[in-house]
């Protein structure tokens, strides 16, 4: 069975720092990568996703991940964080095949400060 | 709003207790999925319907939980005999699997929040 691991729990940064979330999954096959968001009061909603190519993807409001497959990572990063990105980030895995059910990880709270 | 819609939003009740919660996916969605979510955790995958068939159940779905697509629309998920421990977010979320795309997003809905007392 797969698994997800997010190293950081909680994250604290400042309006225009630089973000980075570390993601690692463990599974045997091939499998497509996700990184989901759930802003306050919202539901969770797809921030960007890699299936196969380029192992670096763009997302929706300057976020993009990189692939390395031979760390079985898929870090989030974003040069330049906004007070409008607080929210839980959570990466998520879908062995290629099958349901596409989504394995996550336990989540990133993001906290902004202006 | 043609998102997918849950109800209700929060249920309260007591151990013991049957309760039963509705998804409405995106019209056209032929894949609907159940996740639970507790505190400090991320969804975790419950079951999944392609149409009306129930195509996979995870061994977190214990015999007290039974869901149904009957007719391939909407989707009903039971719990029987309520234990303290099934209190969570119950998400619904729905994709389709037309076109030539390896995945389809699944896009969620609101979620169920389930207190069992």
């Known amino acids: 069975a797969q698994s997800v691991s997010q190293h950081n729990h909680h994250v604290i940064l400042s309006e225009a720092a630089s973000l980075e979330l570390g993601c690692n999954y463990s599974?045997?096959?091939?499998?497509?990568l996700f990184w989901y968001v759930q802003y306050p009061g919202q539901h969770l909603q797809l921030l960007l996703k890699?299936?196969?190519?380029?192992?670096l993807v763009k997302g929706i409001k300057g976020f993009e991940a990189e692939f390395i497959k031979s760390k079985f990572s898929f870090n989030l990063r974003k040069p330049s964080v906004q007070w409008s990105d607080t929210a839980e980030y959570f990466c998520?895995?879908?062995?290629?095949?099958?349901?596409?059910?989504?394995?996550f990880g336990t989540g990133t709270q993001l906290k902004v400060e202006l | 709003d043609t998102g997918v819609s849950q109800n209700p939003r929060h249920k309260i009740t007591k151990r013991g207790q049957n309760v039963t919660f509705r998804c409405d996916p995106i019209s056209e969605h032929n894949r609907l999925y159940w996740y639970r979510q507790t505190l400090g955790q991320g969804p975790e995958f419950l079951t999944y319907f392609q149409n009306e068939a129930q195509l996979e159940k995870s061994r977190l779905l214990s015999d007290r939980f039974s869901a149904e697509r009957p007719k391939g629309s909407f989707s009903t998920l039971e719990i029987q005999r309520t234990e303290q421990g099934d209190s969570a977010m119950y998400l619904c979320a729905s994709s389709s699997t037309s076109g030539r795309r390896a995945y389809n997003e699944q896009f969620f809905g609101p979620g169920t929040r389930l207190t069992v007392l």
């Open positions: 890699y299936f196969s190519g380029d192992p």
């Open positions: 599974y045997g096959g091939t499998v497509n």
């Open positions: 998520a895995v879908a062995p290629t095949g099958g349901g596409n059910k989504l394995t």
